[in-house]
């Protein structure tokens, strides 16, 4: 369908002698006049799915990276109210902290940010900025922590005598 999208199965149930088509589907117009937000997900040092969620008309979705430091989109979900401040949220899978969110396509408005480390964060997108005809795509940043190993080696003593042997 051209300018929409369209959710639905389709199936085929055999009875005697003929076919029957069984058609579930939803149509969905799309409408370029109502604000938009897409989440571009970048992850450095390493792969993971990043889950998202959101008011506003936002469906919670996850989006895994698949090269690390290359962008992958979600799906573009439009705001069901105009004018109404969104928030989308990201939970950060373990061993990844969130380094930053930006946003684009905001018009007169603001994305303000919150940034937790390996707790995720969120950004809050201002009224001013959920208007028609905004397309807004919020970037968020992540980073894979490196592990942190040390080692001590002791062996109970101070000294040892030269040729002498120790344990560790």
Do not use: H, M
């Amino acid at each position: 369908i051209a300018g929409g999208n369209v959710i639905g199965t389709a199936g085929c149930n055999a009875t005697a002698t003929e076919w029957q088509r069984q058609n579930s589907y939803t149509f969905l117009p799309f409408d370029s006049n109502v604000p938009s937000v897409t989440v571009r997900k970048i992850s450095n040092c390493g792969t993971s799915t990043f889950t998202f969620t959101g008011n506003n008309g936002w469906v919670t979705q996850p989006v895994a990276t698949i090269t690390p430091g290359v962008a992958v989109n979600s799906q573009s979900e439009a705001l069901l109210n105009v004018n109404v401040p969104t928030t989308i949220s990201e939970s950060a899978p373990t061993g990844f902290t969130l380094e930053s969110i930006t946003c684009s396509g905001l018009g007169a408005g603001t994305a303000t940010p919150t940034i937790n480390g390996i707790n995720g964060g969120s950004v809050l997108l201002s009224a001013a900025a959920a208007v028609t005809g905004n397309n807004i795509v919020c970037t968020f940043t992540n980073r894979k922590l490196a592990a942190n190993l040390s080692i001590t080696k002791t062996n109970g003593t101070n000294t040892v005598a030269v040729g002498g042997t120790t344990t560790y």
